[in-house]
């Protein structure tokens, strides 16, 4: 949490990580665009609400007719494909603090969204795997397992044999 005086964007003087320290600028650290992105929309980090969201820069860049989000992750640059284009240029149109605090409940959405999909599916072969559910055959004459979930939803599906060069 920052302990700046009053809502400050990176770049601009009154950034201040705790009350001991100086007031000073919170750098701008954006996250880098891929060859072809036009860079369409560019909000550096900052606080406000309550929230300390200094770390998170946020870009919608168009690439070939679609537009992406862009932000900074561990794993490098994340690129979020945006489902509506034509609200960008309602998002254009807004104030640069209703932009960011817009495309930054997106951003969280949609990583909330990711994380709990990723652990229902774990959650999901887990389980199976306790059950002893989880069936394998190899395919007759190809380099292929069919692979299926006794007692599931999921249709069998196919993956390469790991035993056998492909
Ligand atoms: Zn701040």
Wanted: hydrophobic letters at 35%; one cysteine or more.
């Amino acid at each position: 949490m920052c302990m700046c005086k009053k809502p400050t964007i990176n770049g601009h003087y009154g950034y201040q990580w705790n009350s001991e320290n100086e007031i000073g600028v919170f750098p701008v650290h954006a996250p880098a665009p891929r060859e072809l992105d036009e860079i369409i929309i560019d909000e550096p980090g900052r606080c406000g609400h309550g929230i300390d969201s200094h770390h998170l820069h946020l870009r919608v860049v168009k690439n070939c007719g679609k537009y992406y989000l862009l932000t900074d992750s561990p794993r490098g640059v994340h690129r979020l494909q945006l489902a509506n284009s034509f609200a960008v240029s309602v998002l254009e149109k807004m104030d640069s603090d209703s932009r960011y605090w817009t495309l930054q409940m997106i951003h969280h959405t949609a990583q909330r969204e990711a994380r709990e999909a990723t652990q229902a599916e774990r959650k999901f072969w887990r389980q199976a795997a306790a059950d002893n559910r989880i069936k394998t055959r190899k395919v007759r004459n190809q380099n292929q397992v069919e692979v299926w979930v006794l007692n599931s939803a999921m249709p069998s599906f196919r993956v390469n044999n790991p035993y056998c060069p492909a």
